[in-house]
């Protein structure tokens, strides 16, 4: 079984700063994909970014990025530039990648992010 | 944009009585999901359904829960006798086509309380 741990359960980062949320997993796959969803206090979900395990190259979306240590199962996000709208809870999520079919999510816990202006 | 709506907001109801969770997908999606997240836990997937019938379920999805797609819009979980562990916030997500090269939309959740 996968598991999907977030050992930072809540974090606040001035507005324009970079903020580090830690990720770190476990699974005996081989191939599967990494993700990052943001929750907004209104409560719909979002991707925010998508790591494959076979890509060495960390994954980028605007300022937001990954860095992906494979061997230490680790995936962490790195927010750059904070804004006030991204204050948030993070999930960090896994999820196996050979199956074409319904693939679930495995969820961490979620980190909380508070901007501060 | 088109967006996974779900239905009541929230929803409160005595230990024992049925519920019916209900979700509408984005409409050219054909993979549907039901995660759930007790207070202070971690989110947790229950069921995914493709074609009308169940793909995969997780082993809190036992006899007391069953998914219905009744009408081409409409993606429903039903609780037939509710307990107050089953208190929690219930998501739908549904997909374009499956695997994790498709995005899973979510919904904004229903709140379940059970009393």
């Known amino acids: 079984a996968q598991t999907v741990t977030q050992s930072q359960p809540e974090m606040s980062v001035q507005e324009a700063e970079t903020v580090t949320l830690s990720c770190t997993y476990d699974?005996?796959?081989?191939?599967?994909?990494l993700f990052w969803y943001k929750q907004p206090p209104s409560r719909q979900m979002i991707l925010v970014i998508r790591?494959?395990?076979?890509?060495?190259q960390n994954a980028t979306e605007n300022r937001f990025s990954v860095n992906f240590q494979k061997a230490a199962k680790s995936f962490s996000l790195k927010i750059s530039d904070s804004q006030l709208g991204d204050t948030a809870m993070y999930f960090c999520a896994f999820m196996k990648g050979y199956r074409s079919g319904n693939t679930p999510l495995v969820f961490g816990k979620g980190t909380r992010l508070s901007v501060i202006a | 944009e088109p967006e996974v709506t779900q239905t009541p907001s929230h929803q409160v109801t005595q230990m024992g009585q049925e519920v019916i969770l209900r979700c509408v997908p984005i409409?050219?999606?054909?993979?549907f999901y039901w995660y759930r997240q007790i207070l202070g836990q971690k989110v947790e997937f229950l069921v995914s359904f493709y074609n009308n019938e169940i793909s995969e379920k997780s082993e809190i999805f036992d006899d007391q829960f069953s998914v219905e797609r009744p009408d081409g819009s409409n993606f429903t979980l039903k609780i037939r006798s509710t307990k107050l562990e089953d208190s929690a916030m219930y998501f739908c997500a549904s997909s374009n086509l499956g695997g994790p090269d498709n995005e899973q939309f979510f919904g904004p959740g229903t709140r379940l309380t059970v009393l």
């Open positions: 699974t005996s796959e081989s191939n599967y994909y």
């Open positions: 790591q494959e395990a076979y890509k060495q």
């Open positions: 409409s050219n999606h054909l993979y």
